[in-house]
Structure formats: structure tokens, C-alpha cells
């Protein structure tokens, strides 16, 4: 008897065995030609390296229908660009970017590097060669090579190629006829490439980046004005996609609307009038479920932000990991984008995005005069049986707080003025809707939704002594309101921004996009705070201004007339 279940045993451990091998092998050639396992798992690779130059640039198409198609190609000499060029969106078909690259010492005489890359379906040496011949250059030894897709690359085998400040060292795909390109040193080539597949599939873009890697991005030390201000303006729930975007509900309505640009031309009137010290970016940035590239979304704010030189911090909403990239993935990027303060913060602690920046005092001033915290208030309750909603700042995070907020206070009364902390959240604290004595400034519009799991950071937050916490994640409404001690003094004020993107919801009644303004006096220690919308009779005025902080404490609601 012991011997037949010992034998049965064996028996059962190798055909457990066999159908393991026999699916692991099925997913690995599917995911290595169709990419089927989630983008979570592979991420996005950098497709620059320092001190390597492109040697070459080809596009692959496969069909699902075909099992013997694959767009893989050798890889010990290519590197495949991990984004589907149909972004997923065709039935059977996928395409990629694939690169070949050396590192410059591995070189040998003859080798070519590419010095150009443009598509188009006309070959463009004709066009060179006018061009030569009209400036008396010899170009023979640099000829445009055709590759699929309206790809042309043009390849030098002359000493010195690599050295040269045309030299491709960088290549990357985005996406949308609104792509553009946030990373110093990179540009856009002009024509998407010509890929067989419908409307439906935004337009894929290269973008290069030519000669050796530029200096560190622009990380500029904040510091109060001279005047004794500092105005932050706060950026909630832009829902950016891929491509223009469709735009929700919208005022007016039967107007042509394309989210996009829509919300990114309201972000950019109220920069260039209010004109902030710093942008705080609180989350739902990307719209995951309509950016299958988080990537182009997270470049079109980004852009703007650098060109006018604006300083900005950003975490995450519910939304921004939900298309292909990750929290972690997204915040590897943003760090490395001129003027963006960002960090991911601690690894021992939950989330991607816990962290604070310093604002200096005036003049040369060493000493803080504000302190930012920021953190991760994550996406969907854990438990949606026992907490159903949304999920809550994890003890470990406000064990991270207090530590930090106990650890600077000893430096934060070097400074001579009243030293202030606020904060930034996406998901609002249960406290928006339940706290002690609350007192609003504007009404509710929409429920709130708030953890329905009270983990104890608003009590955290008044015992360090910060004094306004401002959050974004419930679209419509756009209040400010404070809670109360026991004692009956004012504890902490919680706003709201309101939502500033026209990729997600508004409705309730008829909503006009906001943007939440708020205006550091560092003279009186005092804390104005006031919107601005985007349609109708209001849209030069200041909204809804009011005072919060004064003395460098909460106080009672004080409306400016």
C-alpha cells in the first residue's frame, strides 16, 4: 500500500510538473511576441545609456494569428523599445521600436553611427544632395537608409561620428498629434510613423535625443520673495491622456471640446497671471484608463511647467497608475525632468511619493521659512468588505511624519520669522466630512470620499503643528473647512482644490474647472487662499478668497470682501 501511494505521488508531482513547464512556456512565447503579461512586470526601459551612441533603428510588425511571427529580433544585438507602436489598441497586430547600440570604446573601424533619423515616404537624399551640392560638402559617405514604417536613418562611418553633436545617442516613441517633449537635450521629429492601423490608434512620434547627455536637469532652491510672499498654486486631477483626450462634462455644452488642450490652456492662463513660486501637483495627473502611455501624459503638464520656469512637486492619485506605468516607474521619470522637486521618498515606508521640500527664508537665508509635506494616500481600500472605498495613509507613513516633523522643529526656530507646515494629499482625510465643530467655507457638491477606515493622520497633523492640508480626488467640490480643538481654538484647515482637467468627471449641477490658489505671507504668517475658474463671468477675479492662518495658526474663517 505504501509503495502505490508513494508511486501515485510521484505521478502526481510530475504531471503538476509537466503542465507548470508546459504553461510557463506558453506565457513566455506569447508575452515575448504579444506582451500579454502586464507592463507592470516588464516596466519601461530607458532606451539611452551614458557614453553609448545608436548604431541603427528598425520597426517590427507581428500578427497574433501567425505563431510564427514575432517581433522580437536578435537580442544580443538589439534593444526593443518596450512600447507597442499600436499601443494595444489593434486586434492582431503589435509593432516596436527596436535600437542597436554600442558603447563608444567598442567602435571599430567602419562601424556606423546614425547621425540622423527623420519619416516620411519620400526618400530624403534628393533633398540632401541639393542641399551638398549648393554648399560645395561632400556627403557620399552619409546615405539615408529606408526602414519599415516611413523610417529613414542616416548612418556615418566617419572618424569621429560618435563624437559629433548630431550623433543619435537616445531614441524614444510618444504618442498623439499633442505629444510633446519634456526632457532637456531631446527633440521630436516632425511625421509620426506611417503604421498601418485606424484613427483609433493615437499617432506614434520618435523623439531623439543627439551628442553626449546634457548637464544635470534645473533643480531650483525655493525661497520666499524678498517681499516676504510665496504663492503656490495648487493643480488637481488634470486626467491627462494619450492623445487630445474627450473631454467630460463641459461647459457649455454642444461645443467642440477636446479635453487636452482644453485643460492645459486653462493651466497655462492661470501660471501666466498668478505667476506661483511652485506648483503642487496632487494627483490623477494621467488618466490611466485613457493613457495607455503614461509617458506623453506626464510630458504634456511637464512641459509647460519648464518652459516657464516654475518649480513643481508632485504624488499620485487613484487614477495614475492604472494605464502603463507604475507609481514607482512614473516617479523614476519625473525626477529626472528639469525644475521637478519630486522623490519617491523612503522605500521602507508604503507608497511612492513621501516626502517634503524646504522653502528657504528670504535673501540668503539658510533657515526654512516653509516646509511642504507630501504623501501617498494610494488607490482602493485593501479590505473593500470591511472598508469599503478607498484606501488610507498607512501607519507606517505617519510614523515617518512625526518622526521627520519632530526632527526638523529644533532647526525650523532658528528662523527669526514664524515658521509654517502644510501639507498635500489626493484622497481627502475622513475628517473632511466628519470633523469636530466643522465649518465650511463654500458647500459640499459631492459626497466626500474619504477612507471610510480612519487611520489617524489628521490627529498627526495638528499634534506637529501643521496647519492646512489641501487635497484634490473629489472633482466637484472645491470648500475649504476647518475643525476645532477641544478647547474650541481652530485645529487644521482642509481644502480642496477642485478639479482643474476636463478628462474627468465634473456634472453635479453644472461645474466650472478650478484651480486653488494659496498665498504665503511670511511678514504676518498668514495664509490667503482663493480659485480661479475657467468659464464664465469670473474667470479674471479671485474667487472665494479667504484668510486660514494668520500669526502662523488656524483661525476662524476671514472672507476678503
Partial sequence: MTRRILKLSVRNIIQISTAAVITFLLIFFLDRNFR???????????????????????????????????CDLDTSVWHRVDKD?????????????????????ELKEGDKVVVDVTVGRLDPSVADAEKAAAKGVDNKNEKWESRPAGLWVKRSSKKGASDSKNAVTGIDVLFGDDAVEAREGWGMTGTPLLLDVGRSVPSAHLTVRRGAEQHPPVKPVLRIRDNGKFKIVQLADLHLSTGVGACRDALPEGQKCEADPRTLDFVTKILEEEKPDLVVLSGDQV???????????????AQILIKHKIPYVSIFGNHDDEGSMSRAAQMDLIETLPYSLSHAGPESIDGVGNYFIEVLGRGSSSHSALTVYLLDTHAYSPNERKYPGYDWI??????????????????????????????????????????????????????TTAPTFNSGFHDALVEEGVVMVSCGHDHVNEYCAVDFKEDG????????????????????????????????DMNEGRINTWKRVEYGEDVDKRIDEVTIVDGGHPVRPMQED
Fill in 287 to 301: 488618466n490611466g484608463e485613457t493613457a495607455p502611455d503614461a509617458q506623453t501624459a506626464i510630458f504634456k503638464y
Fill in 85 to 105: 507602436l499600436h499601443l494595444g489598441k489593434t486586434l492582431f497586430s503589435h509593432a516596436y521600436l527596436h535600437i542597436s547600440r554600442k558603447r563608444e570604446e
Fill in 489 to 520: 481654538k481652530p485645529a487644521l484647515w482642509m481644502c480642496y482644490a477642485g478639479a482643474a482637467g476636463f478628462g474627468g468627471y465634473a456634472g453635479y449641477g453644472g461645474f466650472h474647472r478650478k484651480i486653488r490658489v494659496f498665498n504665503f
Fill in 394 to 447: 498607512k501607519p507606517n507613513q505617519i510614523e515617518w511624519f512625526r518622526q521627520t516633523a519632530q526632527g526638523l522643529k529644533k532647526k525650523h526656530r532658528e528662523y527669526t520669522h514664524v515658521h509654517m507646515d502644510v501639507a498635500f494629499i489626493h484622497i481627502p482625510l475622513p475628517e473632511y466630512q466628519n470633523g469636530r465643530n466643522l465649518t465650511l467655507v463654500n458647500p459640499w457638491k459631492e459626497p
Fill in 36 to 70: 500579454v503579461l502586464p507592463n507592470a512586470i516588464h516596466e519601461y526601459l530607458p532606451t539611452h545609456h551614458a557614453g553609448l551612441v545608436i548604431t541603427d533603428i528598425t520597426v517590427t510588425t507581428c500578427t497574433s494569428y501567425n505563431p510564427f511571427s514575432s
